[in-house]
Structures are given as C-alpha cells and as structure tokens.
C-alpha cells in the first residue's frame, strides 16, 4: 500500500488467546468500518472513528504472541505497517503479550501497542520501560466497554496518521530543500562567473570611456582650435569686405560684395554655433552670479535684432510682468544667449506679423525666483510630431526647412543645455495656430537689497489711456503694461475705431489723460487721425506717445498741431515710456 493509502486507512492488531475478546474486537471495528463505508464524510461525532477521516479500516485477529510478531513483520516487509495493536498481556500456552510487545516494538517502532490486561498487580513502570516510548503505550483493563477501545483506535490512529503525514512532509521537505540547495549552488555559481563577466565588461568600459573622453577632449580642442583660425580670416575678410563696398560705386559689384558679406556672417555664425555646442559637450562653459535687471536684459537683446525684424516687417515687443523680481543675480551674458537664439529663430521663420516676448515669475523660494520667458512668432509653427526633435542637435523639422531658411540645427539644442545649466526646462507650445510660442525657465539668486526704490513703479490709479495699434498681439502688450502702471485702458485697432473713441471723448462720454498711438497704419488712416485731432481741441489738448518704427519718423508731421507730444521708438522700453509718460503728464498737470 502507498504511503497516500495507509494515512486514509487504518489497520489494527488484535492478539487475544481468547476467542470470545478477539471476536468482540472485531465486531466492534468491523461495526464502525461499515459506519465509515456509508458515510464517506467525516462524522460529527468526535466518538466516532469516522471523524478522523479514515477512508477504510482493516482488522487482523491473532490467538498468540508468536502470530502477532509474525503478523507485524510480514506488513512491515510489505510496506502495510499495523497503527495500532491490541496485545493480551497472557496467551498461555505460548509466550505472553510482554514478550510479543518487545518483539513488535522492535520490528516497528512507530506502531502504537495497547496492553489489555486484567491483572491490576503487574508493574507498569517496569512494562513501560521495556516497551519504549511512553507516549505509543497504553493499558487497558478488562473487562472493557467497546466505545473504550473505539476511543483508543481513534486516539492513537490519528497520532499515527499524523506522525506518517509528517515524516512524509519532513521528507519531500529534505528533498525540496536538497533540490533548491542543488539550484542554489548552480545559481550562485552562475552569478559567479556573471560577476567574472560583468568586471570584464566594466574595465572594457572603463577603458572605451577613457578613450571616448580623450577623443571628446582631442575633438574639443580641435574644433576651438580650428575655430579661432577659421574666424580670424574671416573677420577679416567680412571687414575687408565692408570697406571695399564703400570704395566702389558700380551697383552690381556693390550687390556681389553684399553676398561675400552675408555669407561669410553667414559662415562665421556657424562656426561660432558649433565652437558653443563642442564647449558645452566638453563642460567648459562657467556661468558667472551678477547681479542684473530681467527688463534691461530682455530689452537689450531685442535691440540686437531689430533691425532684422525690421527689415523682414516683422513687430517686436517685450513686457516684463510686474511680478518679476527687478534684479537678481545669476549670468546676464548667458540668459540673453538664450534669449537671443530663440528670438533670431522667430526671426527667421516668420515673414510677417509679430514677434512678443514674455517675462513672468515662475516661482519663488527663500533664496531663489524660477522666471518663465515665452517667445511667440507669427512664423510658420510646429507640428506636434516635430516637437519632439526641435531640441536635438544638427535636427531641422524637414529637409526642406535646411533649404529654405538655412542653419545647422544648433541654436536650440545649445538653448536646452544652457537653460539645464540654469536649473530650468525647455519646451514649445504646440496650441498655437498661428505661429509658434517657445518657452523656457531659469533659475537665480535673489537680491534681497539693490535696487528696492527702483523696483517701486509709478502709480496712475484713476488715470485712462486710448491705445491705438493694429496688431492685437502688440496691443495687448501696451495694455499690459499701462494696466500694471495704473492705467484704465481703451483699445482701438484702425483709424474708425479711434475716431469713434475721440467722438465720444468730445461728446463727454469719456475723458483720457493719455492716448498711445503706433505709427504703422496705413497712410490714410494715420492721416484721418492726424486731421481729427488737430481740428478737436478737446483731442488737442490731451498727451499724446507716438510709437514709431526705425525710420519711420516722418509719420509724425511737424506743420500740424498735435497738441502735447512725444516720440517713442519700438519696440517700446519700459523706461523710455515712463519717463514720456511722466513728463507728458506733468507737464499737462503744470
């Protein structure tokens, strides 16, 4: 029998000389067999034998020692072990039930032997010690109840099928744990001869970094190198060329010398773009901590490109919110590199509209203020499926991008480094339907001190202004900028928008202490207004900036009465329009 079979099972020895106790033995179990066989579920009865979750019970009758010894031996060899034994203590004429008690615990220790005996002089200490252990030992005394020895058979099978269920887990246990000690020692040897392979590995890496850091320092220095002799030549050849041009007269010559120009500028951009990018890759770029104003900062760098804008008809404008801290300390020369290179590439990819660029406070901590800047062209835009490489080095949005409008694809991957270097993030609005808005943040020193009385800007609370200016996008910046002064801000876009604000101000509607008027509507609208307020002393009298282009000055006729005025040139600086604004007002006041 398996050894699954023999837990379900439980067999038991009777050894009796006397026919009539072996017969009540039999019965009594042959009763609670048949008890089992019908009720294949576990009795509720605790009594019952069938509680214990036996699946069969077998019973084997002997009327001596000598057979029972027999009986034992022959289910041990056969694998079928007796769990309990019922043992006479007397069965003349042949041995007694000690004797055969010794011999049984000898061929199986586990079996459990119950002594049934009806002599109440024997000395069971002595018995005990012979029949080790104590635990797998028991008397009994005749005469005995049935449900006694049911009990009994119940108690010490259950002992014994648990003792077999546990030896059995014991050993698949041993052979688990023999089996995982087996793949303990194949992995740890495995890991062995990894970790051999990993340091391997490692001085190989270690070794081609070394080499890949020689080879980025020998690029490095080649590219400085050679970038210093190729621009030294060609400022040169830009200045020769330059003088030349004022020397000769003939205009196509003049033309050809204007391409050797631009394309040397052109060539000397590149150079310098990529000597940046190799300084940036190879870790040499330091900032400086100064201390510097974002307005200064932002307006300058949009004067360095202009004329540019200019030229191409493109509007520039800049506000710096009020929320921005007006100076703090950080490298000026390096956020206007930025700045610049995300400006010139609006530039460049728009051939109209306008070009406004943004300064707001991000965040602000204990010692430092994250300033957000957003720069939004009316170019040629961004797809979204192009976004993701705009930043990658020597990466165009399409080959025909290269053709149409040049560059290698440095300037905003030199951006996205440098603004890491400050501490900031990077990235391109894609919601944008006309044109494209970049953004990029940084990171700077507060300056608790410098420039407190400075950064107090005037207040005209109560004061209104009329803002007339055909592009939207600008006006709103003036607007912007009047309404963090103070200013209640009307807006016209064209010359009836304006004349019908000047009627309604004449009218008593409403009254203005300021009207801000561009200069870039067409001829006959700037005529119509010009006309309207010199001939309306009510629209006379009232300060007038008017903000002009580069060249563009004679769009303000000096043989007409425009009343109290000023002139501010565009893109307009927050400076130069307080103080036309102080003054105008003022002098109105006065």
Known sequence: MNDENSVNSLRILVADDDEMIRSVFVDTFEAVASEVRKSPQPSTD?????????????????????????SVRLEVENGNPFAVAFIDITMPPGKGGIWA????RQLDPNINIIIVTGNLDIDANKIVKEISPPDKLLFIEKPFHPQEITQFAYSFGSKYNAEKALQRAYGELEERVEQRTAELKSTNKRLENE?????????NL???????????????????????????????????ADLLKEMVEDQQQSQYIDVIINSS?????VINQILEYSRIESGSVVFDCITFGATACVESTVDLVNMEAHRKGLQLATWVMPNVPRFFKGDPIRFRQVLSNFINNAIKFSNDGQIVVIASLESEADEDVTIRVKISDTGIGVNKED??????????LDESSTRSYGGIGLSLAINKRLVTMMGGE???????????????????????????????????????????????AIQDVYTNQLSGFGFVCDRATDDDGALQKFRECGNGSISYDLIIMATNLPADQIANIYKEIAGNADITRIPKIFLTTPNAEENTPADIDLGPNMVVPTPVKEYYLLQAIAALLKEEQD
């Open 46 to 70: 605790t009594t019952d034998l069938s509680s214990a979750g036996f699946g069969n019970i077998e019973v084997t009758a002997c009327s001596s020692g000598e057979e029972a010894v027999e």
């Open 101 to 104: 008690a010794k011999q049984i």
């Open 195 to 203: 970790i051999v392979d990993r340091e391997k590995i490692e001085h």
């Open 206 to 240: 270690r070794d081609a970094k070394e080499l890949a850091e020689s080879a980025d320092s020998a690029k490095s220095n080649f590219l400085s190198n050679m970038s210093h002799e190729i621009r030294t030549p060609l400022n040169g050849v830009i200045g020769m």
């Open 265 to 269: 500028k052109n060539l000397l951009n």
């Open 387 to 396: 976004a993701e490489k705009l930043f990658r080095p020597f990466s165009q």
């Open 426 to 472: 990077i990235g391109v609005d894609l919601d944008n339907q006309n044109g494209a808005t970049f953004w990029f943040t940084a990171k700077f020193k507060k300056e608790s001190d410098l420039g407190k009385v400075d950064s107090e800007l005037p207040n005209y609370e109560g004061y209104r202004a009329l803002v007339v200016e055909r592009n939207l």
